[in-house]
């Protein structure tokens, strides 16, 4: 069986286990322009440079002709068929920078926590990933490319990163005795370097209703990578009160439903459901659907480990409200009608604020809407501060009737009825009227009671 159709084996059984293909994208070829400072391929009679100080493995498809070369102190040149290296004077060139010096990008820029080197086996249309779920899972197989011609920065912290299985140089690796012989060889220390150590996890995913990722502790760095290049800050959100998810970077415009769920839930079953039910509905709307560790306070979070919750999360795609709002209030219904068939237990939704510069958020921006227990907590706590008042009204009413009352008797008696002012007597004229205010409110409040809830405390 070829290294392809060992690849292809390795997917099929990924979607017996639930397991995650990741793949490393950059590379360390000669031919790659961005490995280059002038950002392109050295062209014949250039004279290259590669870091003296650094170890790296350059793969070369093609031939070559060059004026001169200073090699690093230790490296090699993996050469294609037909490919090679010729000298030739540069004063035979003209044009494309003949008589300079390309100087080789240092190949220790590349680290394994930066997510935007990592690409995922298929991540179907609208779905996306939080930042550190874009970086290998626990339960993640990880495939290198098949040529070797790369390099990987694995922190510089003695931490060890662990993963399902590593595919590299042909070689499946999932056992860390084999993993530990690769990287110690001259062909892994050319290919791995820094303080962190790489190990397998043995265990697959297995669980329907998914598994944490278990980046949580890397997330620091993992976030680091991420902003090196905007200086380590996170762009300011273009909307009022932004969210930022559990594993998540920086703050985003949009909305976030958590999902409490029960033995019956099924992650990918509910995946789908969102992008072949809800998603097709809002144009450009992306989400992400990943179990994370439940948020709890400082006094459940000893007794909480192990607790978890399902995670969605809506990202708006512009700087305009395109319906985030809208599909979290769409998840809560759907789950207070549907959430004993689909496992879940309870639902929350959070839902970001107006955009900057004069925007409106759609529904009810910044604020939360609660499935559930919240709902009828709310609607209890303003119908007790509503009796009071409702009293207090109840009797003014009744003391201004029998005021009249007496008035009338001392009329008809002859009695003089006081100082008369017109001004009071239109607006007593109309008498209040506090039912169609008692029904606004509860009409108000019924937007925030679940079904489901509501049915268990009848």
């Known amino acids: 069986m070829g290294a392809l159709g060992r690849v292809l084996l390795g997917l099929q059984l990924c979607a017996l286990t639930r397991a995650a293909y990741k793949f490393w994208v950059p590379n360390t070829d000669f031919e790659a322009a961005n490995n280059w400072s002038q950002n392109r391929t050295p062209c014949a009679g250039t004279a290259l440079e590669f870091p003296a100080d650094k170890m790296v493995s350059v793969l070369v498809r093609e031939g070559h002709s060059i004026s001169d070369v200073?090699?690093?102190?230790?490296?090699?040149?993996?050469?294609?068929?037909?490919?090679?290296?010729?000298?030739?004077?540069?004063?035979?060139?003209?044009?494309?920078?003949?008589?300079?010096?390309?100087?080789?990008?240092?190949?220790?820029?590349?680290?394994?926590?930066d997510p935007r080197l990592w690409r995922p086996a298929d991540l179907a249309r609208g779905l996306f990933s939080v930042d550190a779920e874009r970086v290998p899972c626990r339960h993640d197989d990880v495939v290198f490319p098949s040529d070797g011609s790369f390099r990987v920065g694995l922190g510089p912290g003695a931490r060890t990163t662990r993963v399902h299985s590593v595919w590299a140089l042909g070689q499946t690796f999932t056992r860390d005795e084999d993993l530990a012989a690769f990287l110690a060889s001259r062909a892994g220390r050319l290919r791995f370097h820094g303080r962190g150590a790489l190990g397998l996890s043995p265990e697959v995913c297995a669980d329907p209703s998914g598994c944490v990722c278990g980046n949580a502790e890397a997330q620091p760095w993992i976030c680091?990578?991420?902003?090196?290049?905007?200086?380590?800050?996170?762009?300011?959100?273009?909307?009022?009160?932004?969210?930022?998810?559990?594993?998540?970077?920086?703050?985003?415009?949009?909305?976030?439903?958590s999902l409490t769920h029960g033995p019956a839930f099924d992650l990918e079953r509910y995946r789908a459901r969102l992008l072949h039910t809800f998603l097709p509905q809002y144009e450009g709307l992306q989400v992400a659907v990943s179990k994370v560790p439940r948020s709890t306070g400082p006094r459940e979070a000893a007794a909480a480990e192990t607790a978890t919750e399902i995670q969605v999360v809506l990202l708006e795609p512009g700087p305009e409200p395109s319906g985030a709002g809208r599909l979290a209030r769409a998840l809560l219904a759907d789950a207070a009608e549907h959430g004993e068939a689909?496992?879940?237990?309870?639902?929350v939704a959070r839902e970001s604020g107006a955009r900057g510069g004069g925007g409106s958020a759609a529904g009810l921006g910044g604020s939360r809407l609660r499935a559930g227990l919240a709902g009828g907590v709310a609607a209890a706590l303003l119908l007790f501060l509503a009796l009071p008042a409702g009293a207090l009204l109840l009797c003014r009413v009744r003391r201004l009737r029998g005021r009249r009352h007496d008035e009338a008797a001392q009329a008809r008696d002859g009695a003089p009825l006081g100082f008369h002012n017109p001004m009071f007597d239109v607006a007593s004229s109309a008498e209040p009227t506090p039912t169609p205010q008692a029904d606004a409110r509860s009409t108000s409040l019924s937007y925030f009671v679940n079904p489901l809830f509501a049915e268990a405390e009848a």
Do not use: I, K, Y
């Open 70 to 113: 200073l090699l690093p102190l230790d490296g090699e040149f993996v050469l294609a068929q037909g490919a090679g290296f010729g000298a030739r004077n540069p004063s035979s060139e003209l044009g494309c920078g003949a008589g300079t010096t390309a100087l080789f990008l240092d190949p220790d820029r590349f680290s394994w926590h």
């Open 224 to 257: 680091a990578a991420l902003l090196q290049p905007l200086g380590g800050r996170c762009p300011p959100a273009s909307c009022q009160d932004a969210l930022r998810p559990e594993g998540q970077c920086c703050d985003l415009c949009g909305a976030v439903v």
């Open 342 to 347: 689909l496992g879940v237990l309870a639902a």
